[in-house]
């Protein structure tokens, strides 16, 4: 299986080929990711890790029609990111972008119209730090959950993993 890690930072997926803008990373590839294509052919891996960076950059949709280009038919991305509930989402200067579930959602392929990509969801989790929120969570489930209580108890991160459909 051949694995994709963008913006591996220091931590890059054991048996991934990592992807990062920055020198001092453990990418096997330095790309500025957040203009113009990835330097792989289109179809080349069967699973994406894109942890903490769909946040980072200027276009998401960008970031994520690149994932779909060069992931094989059926293969998987898995995004992680801060909720916008959570500190961490705004604690840091460099986020562009502040996330909940139904943003992530508009790039299933039910909704998506205008983008150049086709994912179905296999799994959103949303990742909750407190016992009132787990609780709440399991009892009330996660969009609920999301839409009535995590103003109160934030939401800390959003693991969504979804599968490259065709177009």
């Known amino acids: 299986m051949r694995i994709l890690d963008i913006g591996c930072g220091p931590n890059k997926v054991t048996g991934a080929i990592g992807m990062d803008h920055h020198p001092d990373s453990q990418a096997d590839v330095l790309a500025d990711f957040e203009h113009g294509h990835f330097p792989f052919a289109d179809e080349s891996f069967d699973h994406v890790e894109c942890s903490h960076v769909i946040e980072h950059v200027r276009s998401p949709v960008r970031l994520m029609e690149e994932c779909w280009r060069v992931l094989k038919t059926g293969g ?16 840091d200067p460099t986020h562009y972008h502040h996330f909940g579930s139904h943003a992530l959602r508009q790039f299933t392929w039910e909704s998506t119209v205008y983008y150049k990509c086709r994912y179905s969801m296999v799994s959103l989790d949303l990742r909750c730090s407190t016992l009132p ?14 839409r009535s209580f995590s103003k109160f108890f934030p939401i800390r991160e959003i693991i969504a993993e979804f599968r490259k459909e065709p177009m």
Request: no cysteine; proline share 3%.
């Open 76 to 91: 998987t991305l898995k995004v992680k990111t801060p909720h916008y509930t959570h500190w961490t989402s705004w604690g």
């Open 133 to 146: 929120s787990r609780l709440l969570k399991v009892l009330l489930g996660q969009e609920r959950f999301e």
